[in-house]
């Protein structure tokens, strides 16, 4: 298992920081973690930077914010939201809060000509930075999976926009089918991008729970109704 395991089990969402400036040094591993970050689509290219500030329509304040852009490509939403999960469980690991935020956008020019996708705010908490597993309000596994596996535990206790939980995941001969919620048009401009970034978040949970990871899209898979195919993990 990854050495950031332990996080998935009791991270929350920050949305109190204090003005407490983050090191030079701490900023050189983020930096060097944003290097090293592992993409669930090598292919897709992505900028991530470090900002000061960000137009929040939202009431919350952070010393810093990471700025995600891609270019636009099939799975690029999945993609970020894997990504930007890997940042959210290190920076726990820095002793850092952090919260997605998808209403949030970049104040200044980026440097780079990608567009941009979503930001999410980080800093030194002026709360509980963690809690308890039994903290978390989430479904049941019984009510976003069919079949078992042990991974599914990790997947489950993903944040996801409005902690709606829009996947589900069907397991079967040690392989976990994965799939997120259909949603009429006139909802999908805005939660298509949300569920699938969301998804994201819980394949990386998989990964981080997982002893070995692959994930792709078969040309077979079982239909789910209500259900777009989003991949497979192996």
Known sequence: MNNLNEYIYKRKSIRKYKIDPISIEILIQIKAQIDALKPLY???KTHFEIADDVKNP?????PL???VSSEKSEGYFENVGFMLE???LYLNSL????CWLGMAKPTQNQKTELPFVISMAFGYPSEELFRNVSDFKRKSLSEISEGADSRLEAARLAPSGMNSQNWFFLCTNGIIHVYRKKVNPLKAVIF???NSIDTGIALYHLFVASESFSFEKLNS????KGYIYMGTVK
């Open 95 to 98: 002793g850092l809060g952090s």
């Open 58 to 62: 939202m009431s919350l304040k952070a």
């Open 221 to 224: 898979f079982p239909e789910r």
């Open 86 to 88: 890997q940042m959210s």
């Open 42 to 44: 090598p292919s897709i």
């Open 65 to 67: 914010y990471l700025i």
């Open 192 to 194: 298509d991008k949300m």
